[in-house]
Each structure stands twice: as structure tokens, then as C-alpha cells.
């Protein structure tokens, strides 16, 4: 695995876009994963690690996240923005195609990235996301999102993560501890383990007022094959948006008893579907 970055840029000047790179360099065959609204690269180290043996794969934090830079005006914590930075990224690979591998927001931005006219994506998995996201798990989500979390003890961001990771439910106790390695720093001044996130990534979202967001405009110009991971109980991905994908041509839909949103997409058999779609021809 090799970290590198980009300057994207945004009308305040530009910023450092943090991405991880797996697998050969040369090897004209790319994935880029992207992950969801508070999360960073290393949610997909274990399927990165997996898919490199064939693929070249791309894993890029997110502005707000990660080791990326925090941008100064909050409000340009906005898809467009999400978008510009990817494409960029894309120009980097120097490929005229790539394979897609979006959880929650990541498949939000590759589902609007991929109803564009030339677009380059070729396949495309959706982690527990769909054109459809209700209140109801909008709600959740912003119980938490607009807060720096801080934790006295390691232990406690474990738990933290096992409280609102709510598809994890079959890694290990080694995954759990590396996902909390991967979520936090530490701050040596107060001596806690801060998220590493902008809490200002969600500022742009009314706490208040939250409704529900419909893509299926996006939705209904894909024209790439798509494989649909949906946690049964989820409060982001209902079973009805599902079956009404799942009614596209070209769109694979396969629901994991049991699990939340979203998937973590670190246990075989998920990491096994994963790349026998992406590898089917």
C-alpha cells in the first residue's frame, strides 16, 4: 500500500486530497472506493487488499476526513465539490475507465459521477445506498455527525463504533480495533482520542428540517452494471428501494441478513462478491 495525495481546489484556494493506492501501478485495471459521510479510506483495507492481487485499487479520503485537509468555509462540503476532487483523481490514474466501489455517500457520488454524459465508470458496487435515503436514517446520522467525539480510552471509541457502525456485526475483535485505529487521532494537548473528522462536513444539512432525499434522477440515467449490498436492517437502504432496483437491467441486488448500515465490507464473503462481479465479464 502507498499514500499519496493532490491539491484539489475550492474558491477559498486549495486543498490536500490524502488517497491510498494498492496493487501494481501500471495495471490498467482500477477500482476506486470511496466511503461514507464520516468515514476515510481504511474502511476498505481489507477489500482493497483483496482486489489488489488484480486490480489496481484507489482509496482517497475524502475533504473532511482522514489525513485530507479540512476545508476553511464549511459550506463547500457539497457534492459538486466531492466530485471535482474525484475527477481530478481520475486524471491522475491516466485510465480511461475505472470500476466504482461507493459506501453510503461514496455511492451517492458515484451514482451522479456515473449519469453524466462519458462518464468513465464501467462497473459499480453500492454499499447500502440507494436513490432513495428516508428521514428516518437521515435522523440518526445527525444524532452524531455534527460533533467532535472525544475518548478518554481506546476502548471507548470501540464502542462508540459498534453503536452507530451498525452492518459490522460479523468482523472480529482485531477488524473492530483496527477500524478504531483508523477513525481517530490522538490529541496530545487534552489527552483523548479525537474522530478525525470535520464535524462541519455535515453544516450544510438542516438537524432540524431533515427530509428525505431522492436520487432516482441520477438513478435512472446509469447505464453501467450494478451490484446493490444491502443490510437487511437497514435504516438507510429499504427493502422496497431495493426491489425497485433490482428491476433495472444490469443491476445485482444481494441483501446480508442481520446487518445495518452500512456494510463493512471485511468478511469473505462479502469481499468475495464483490470481486467476482467486478472480475465477471
Request: aromatic share 10%.
Amino acid at each position: 500500500m502507498r499514500e499519496k495525495s493532490f491539491l484539489g481546489l475550492n474558491p477559498q484556494g486549495f486543498h490536500r486530497v490524502v488517497y491510498q493506492e494498492w496493487g501494481e501501478p501500471d495495471n490498467p485495471q482500477v477500482v476506486v472506493c470511496v466511503h461514507g459521510l464520516t468515514r476515510n479510506s481504511g474502511d476498505f483495507f481489507w477489500l482493497a487488499e483483496a482486489l489488489s492481487k488484480h486490480f489496481r485499487v484507489i482509496c482517497p479520503d475524502m475533504v473532511g476526513r482522514g489525513r485530507s485537509d479540512y476545508l476553511r468555509d464549511a459550506a463547500r462540503y457539497t457534492y459538486p465539490q466531492y466530485m471535482a476532487d474525484l475527477n481530478v483523481l481520475l486524471g491522475r490514474l491516466d485510465v480511461e475507465r475505472v470500476h466504482w466501489v461507493g459506501t453510503s455517500m461514496g455511492g451517492l457520488i458515484g451514482m451522479m459521477m456515473a449519469s453524466l454524459p462519458q462518464n468513465p465508470i464501467k462497473k459499480m458496487v453500492l454499499n447500502d445506498i440507494g436513490p432513495f435515503i428516508p428521514k428516518e436514517g437521515l435522523q440518526r446520522l445527525m444524532k452524531y455527525v455534527p460533533k467532535n467525539h472525544a475518548f478518554e480510552q481506546f476502548d471507548e471509541v470501540i464502542q462508540f463504533l459498534k453503536s452507530n457502525l451498525l452492518g459490522y456485526k460479523d468482523v472480529t475483535p482485531l477488524q473492530w480495533k483496527q477500524m478504531a485505529e483508523q477513525s481517530v487521532l490522538w490529541d496530545v494537548v487534552n489527552k483523548t482520542w479525537n474522530t478525525n473528522y470535520d464535524p462541519l462536513i455535515a453544516s450544510t444539512i438542516s438537524t432540524k428540517d431533515v427530509v428525505d432525499i431522492d436520487f432516482w434522477q441520477y438513478w435512472e440515467k446509469l447505464s453501467c452494471p450494478v451490484l446493490a449490498l444491502h443490510g437487511a436492517n437497514s435504516d438507510i437502504l429499504r427493502q422496497d428501494t431495493v426491489n425497485q432496483m433490482a428491476c433495472k437491467p444490469g443491476v445485482k441486488t444481494h441483501s446480508f441478513p442481520k446487518q445495518g448500515h452500512a456494510l463493512s465490507l471485511a468478511t469473505s464473503d462479502q469481499i468475495n462478491l464483490v470481486t467476482e462481479f467486478l472480475l465477471s465479464a
